[in-house]
């Protein structure tokens, strides 16, 4: 029996194998890959991101736990580290609370760092997405640690994006919240029993309305009334138009994990109603078609040229007789 | 007489012009730029990056002064902030408070935000820096926002990379510290009169001993004892081995400042007596002529195929009858 099939029959270590050979980027595993691929497509991918002290971990536990109980599908959670460059040691995923949710052989839990360049780790984390797709896992929890550009990116490649905030985390949080505004399907509020909570909660709904420009009710749970979203500002059917939510809740009690799973349930129909699956679909696969040959492009080049050659190249740059353009022109002109 | 020799004349209109070429990508602000590449290599870079709520903004201010007045260089502040890749506003810049700093006209401050994909920030930083550099500006400061993976690896182009945490930002502050102390060559806690701040001091400790294996005596400074680094690990000499200090500072009282910048001067004169300046230096260039290189490349190859091809080869991704990965080698083999 292949990798493959043993993957497509459940077994977890094979799959734990092929997202190893991948994670390594062996070429068995990629060969693995392209072969499921044509059994992927049928997960959710929820993208969740928040700055550090949020309580993400513990967010993120519950949730899981609460989309098993409520859709019987499975869960698997990718837990990226990017901001673990040099140790190539993942944290997150140890620290979700591994006691809470091994017991249930529905949930699948992968950790990931970076290693090497900057990108590298968004391209393996789609090819392992693609791998827990094709095994069948109906939800697949992309969770970053982090709120910067490489996080927001990684988690915006999902169908579903959940930014978590909380109140009281010093002025620079309004910076990131501002940036990453535009990539929230839906906002979440944590450690809303915290001084502060009703603030960070009124803060959100006002940067959505400014960014959307419309004025919202917003219902006791922080839901725009439905009556006001949509056909007020473009004339289509309000099943066309999503407004993120502003949700309250306190992950270590479990409160309000109810009303986000109600919202990533509301906004995975909404996607599908609108065609927006198919659309974010097509961006995420775009992008990694890029990606792949971007590096593809480049590898092949710089086998096409001698050490030497390149190495000259660059040495022109250090002793600053060429510029960096200058000497990647000069490289291009070489070889025609 | 043409804008770059205004530039080298000390033009900061003309700057602020060729800045915002570069942010643009317009072809005249490159080709500008390669002409005064030449005289660049001259500047200290300095990248200072910490995760929200650490009071960075204060502490830039205060480092900027002090540089000011204790070497006499002119200072510029490139403020990153990769979180906003959607808004197209740099907030961090705004934030920094100007009052402080624009009554001196040896201070010359730059805020860029994000526009596109992941990695054309750190570019199009690189660039900037490039043209500052040549302009003349004798400390350059990469500021950014946030301390993901893009923040961390923008930071780390500089010469002298400081990181700055703060007592009470919660669990995930450890994780990311732990992915970013390698990156660290001075530490600093910020807000060091707040409750715990003895706690992130000797935590850091700890780790950076854990990382180096070699436990240290640390001064009431932060700074650890010289007869106890260097040597005792590598036999090498003491000033070929740097052991990152972990410094105390209260920003908005100017506390700790002194040491800090005394820090910097110190890792300065050791880049330049190891040889690791050159060694950085040629490091921060290779990344950027691969970078380029790769963008060249891509550009070139989607030119050289019609829009069609390069449609239906997405499309076969889409429809899940190939991976991402066939679909590339497929367009790299039609091209033969």
């Known amino acids: ?158 169908h579903t994006t959940l930014v978590i905030e909380a109140p009281g985390l010093g002025d620079d949080v309004q910076a990131i919240k501002a940036g990453i505004l535009e990539a929230a399907d839906i906002l979440v509020v944590n450690k809303a029993d915290l001084p502060g909570a009703d603030n960070a909660v009124r803060a959100l709904q006002s940067s959505l309305e400014l960014a959307s420009g419309v004025r919202r009710v917003w219902d006791h749970h922080g839901r725009p009334e439905p009556a006001e979203t949509g056909q007020a500002e473009t004339g289509r059917a309000a099943h066309e138009v999503w407004a993120p939510p502003v949700l309250r809740t306190v992950a270590v009690l479990g409160e309000g994990i109810g009303e986000v799973v109600d919202a990533i349930l509301g906004h995975r129909s909404y996607l599908e109603a609108s065609g927006g699956r198919v659309r974010r679909d097509r961006e995420r696969l775009s992008v990694e078609v890029h990606a792949l040959l971007r590096d593809r492009l480049l590898a092949e080049f710089l086998m096409s040229r001698s050490r030497a050659e390149l190495e000259a190249a660059l040495e022109q740059v250090c002793s600053r007789r060429a510029s960096p353009r200058q000497a990647v022109e000069n490289l291009l002109a070489a070889r025609a």
Chains 1, 2 share one sequence.
């Not at 990226?80 to 620290?95: C, K, M, N, Q």
């Not at 090497?116 to 090819?127: D, F, I, K, M, V």
């Open 1 to 158: 029996m292949s990798l493959s099939d043993r993957i497509l029959a459940g077994d977890r270590l094979a799959l734990a194998r092929l997202l190893t050979q991948i994670e390594n980027e062996q070429p068995e595993g990629f060969d693995a890959l392209s072969g499921l691929f044509p059994r992927t497509g049928q997960a959710h991918l929820l993208g969740i991101t928040g700055a550090p002290g949020t309580g993400k971990s513990t967010l993120v536990n519950r949730l899981a736990l609460e989309l098993r109980a409520r859709t019987t599908a499975t869960v698997a959670i990718v837990a990226v580290d990017p901001s673990s460059p040099f140790t190539g040691g993942a944290i997150l995923g140890d620290r979700i609370r591994m006691r809470d949710l091994t017991g249930d052989p529905g949930i699948f839990i992968r950790s990931m760092a970076s290693r090497g360049a900057l990108g590298g780790l968004a391209r393996t984390t789609a090819a392992v997405v693609d791998a827990l797709d094709a095994a069948g896992f109906g939800w697949i929890l992309i969770v970053t640690v982090g709120a910067g550009q490489a996080e927001v990116e990684i988690a915006r490649t999902a």
